[in-house]
């Protein structure tokens, strides 16, 4: 099958791309100034973005399938460009598919277009819920969740649509914004956090970056159109979680919880900060309503029709942290 991707050079997009390329011929859609290093012999690439129309127009023809993977997924960004790029970026996309008489999409969403979970009759949700709808804690919640009822529309038009929803993604692969939890985890080993946000009982779903990519290879070739699948992994509370980082990684966790009054302004005091010198906050105050929500989820149905099969939260880590250890990331003895 030969399949044009979007969002190649992303965290997730690398490792996907690296899935497929000993099953398909790939084309990979990369801005002129990306990096094309790194990625598996015999890969071709076009020139484009997903906001330029002509250029995913000439990536999908001759195409059997387009891996829709690109996204901006920032911090802090303009509204416009969240818009710009998740938004007008699925509509060129189904355009410029339309067009080339593409047989299968594959469109990489977020648990964040499901909405928060703590308000759901389980505590869980998967992709049958709704999704968001005009209570957005950000831009890029907004424009995700705009983009994903975009996509059910499709979907119901008859396109051969597919939809993919990863949990928290995290492991070893590039540390972009997308990776956040790594840079967390770093930011815990490099004692950048004096205290923690959000409270311990709250719930998260976590998916290693792998797993999301052989769930998308999966869906590339087992899944049915029109269908939707969430592909997380372990839901654990905040309190497992540093609990595991702390054993697995040998650091000290901070036993204190900023109260959430004082994050959102150390929030807002950083967001500020970074703008001035052009640097990534480690703290904004929609981070800080997004740790006052659960985001648990079920993936029941990629598990029983695509045997998706992602591994404990454990496991994960220990892969994690042992590659950061060997990149000469991880500080050696943090505790001390």
């Given amino acids: 099958m030969k399949i044009l991707v979007t969002g190649a050079t992303g965290f997730l997009g690398r490792r996907t791309v690296a899935a497929l390329a000993p099953r398909h011929s790939l084309r990979l859609l990369v801005r002129p100034n990306a990096s094309r290093e790194r990625f598996p012999a015999g890969v071709e690439f076009i020139g484009g973005d997903v906001t330029d129309r002509a250029s995913l127009e000439a990536g999908a023809a001759g195409c059997d399938a387009v891996l829709h993977a690109a996204a901006l997924v920032k911090i802090d960004a303009p509204a416009a460009e969240f818009d710009r790029v998740n938004v007008g970026g ?31 009759p389980s505590g869980v949700l998967d992709e049958s819920a709704p999704g968001s709808s005009g209570e957005w804690i950000n831009d890029y919640h907004r424009t995700k969740s705009l983009s994903d009822r975009r996509a059910r529309q499709a979907i119901s038009e008859g396109v051969p649509l597919s939809v993919i929803y990863p949990g928290v993604i995290y492991g070893p692969g590039e540390l972009t914004e997308g990776n956040i939890l790594v840079r967390h985890l770093l930011d815990l080993a490099n004692r950048k956090l004096p205290a923690l946000v959000g409270k311990a009982e709250r719930r998260w779903n976590y998916v290693f970056v792998d797993d999301v990519a052989a769930g998308i290879v999966a869906t590339l070739e087992q899944g049915t159109s029109g269908r939707r699948y969430m592909l997380g992994g372990e839901n654990v509370t905040q309190e497992e979680l540093y609990r595991l980082v702390g054993e697995i990684g040998g650091i000290r966790i901070p036993r204190m919880r900023m109260p959430d009054f004082l994050a959102t302004a150390g929030g807002a005091a950083m967001k500020a900060w970074a703008r001035l010198t052009g640097g990534v906050p480690r703290l ?12 648990a989820y079920d993936s029941a149905t990629a598990e029983s029709e695509l045997g998706y099969r992602p591994r404990t939260l454990r496991s994960g880590l220990e892969t994690t942290i042992a590659w950061l250890r060997e990149t000469r990331v991880w500080p050696e003895r943090p505790s001390e």
Avoid: C, K, M
């Fill in 90 to 120: 699925l509509e060129n996309v189904l355009a410029a598919a339309a067009s080339a008489r593409v047989r299968q999409i594959v469109y990489v969403s977020s648990f964040i277009a499901l909405g928060p979970t703590e308000q759901a």
């Fill in 284 to 295: 904004t105050p929609d981070l800080v309503e997004i740790y006052r929500h659960d985001w």
